[in-house]
T-cell receptor
């Protein structure tokens, strides 16, 4: 049981390049999330998904796209990277509680992305 | 849209001091509340959570939090901190909107405990 894994762990991009970050969870969780963490700003939600085939925008979605084709995977894409997207990206997943909302989130180890 | 406010961005304490970290939220509906901790170089882990029932919630490592509905608060406490509690602490709230439930995090409080 690996929990939540993220690929890659580190990446350096040049401005304008594209890339995809992969998040995988083996806990059969319905909810999955992508956050970015910047100093002094805490965690900001980029996009999230409440189930396979569904996605929704979070607080800072611009410049990112996501897909959830399989329940266990949640992909985050940067079509044209910008220096402002230099950050640490965390993926998380959560199971659905009785009220329909998510229980606590389980986080992956993070991806450190630098855009030059 | 709701917000989550953590009043202190940086806290410095000596070992054995008592800790209270403030958290206020603006969501007016039914809330689920969480405190997470991030130790240096690691990812976030759950400290404790509140969904319903007793508003005084006990978590791991001697932490507790009290949900006060009238004050929209969910403050984190620990009677006696240890050097190993040095970390960043995040308050979070579940919010229901058109896309389903999502979780909003506060900006975090960095705690440094002096040995």
């Amino acid at each position: 049981n690996a929990g939540v894994t993220q690929t890659p762990k580190f990446r350096v991009l040049k401005t304008g390049q594209s890339m995809t970050l992969l998040c995988a969870q083996d806990m059969n969780h319905e909810y999955m999330y992508w956050y970015r963490q910047d100093p002094g700003m805490g965690l900001r939600l980029i996009h999230y998904s409440v189930g396979e085939g569904t996605t929704a925008k979070g607080e800072v979605p611009d410049g990112y796209n996501v897909s959830r084709l399989k329940k266990q995977n949640f992909l985050l894409g940067l079509e044209s990277a910008a220096p402002s997207q230099t950050s640490v990206y965390f993926c998380a997943s959560a199971t659905q509680g009785a009220s329909g909302g998510p229980y606590e989130q389980y986080f992956g180890p993070g991806t450190r992305l630098t855009v030059t | 849209a709701q917000s989550v406010s953590q009043h202190n961005h940086h806290v410095i304490l000596s070992e054995a001091a008592s800790l209270e970290l403030g958290c206020n939220y603006s969501y007016g509906g039914t809330v689920n509340l969480f405190w997470y901790v991030q130790y240096p170089g690691q990812h976030l882990q759950l400290l404790l959570k509140y969904f319903s029932g007793d508003p005084l919630v006990k978590g791991i490592k001697g932490f507790e939090a009290e949900f006060i509905k009238s004050k929209f608060s969910f403050n984190l406490r620990k009677p006696s901190v240890q050097w190993s509690d040095t970390a960043e602490y995040f308050c979070a709230v579940n919010e229901l909107n058109t896309g389903g439930f999502k979780t909003i995090f506060g900006a975090g409080t960095r705690l440094f405990v002096k040995a």
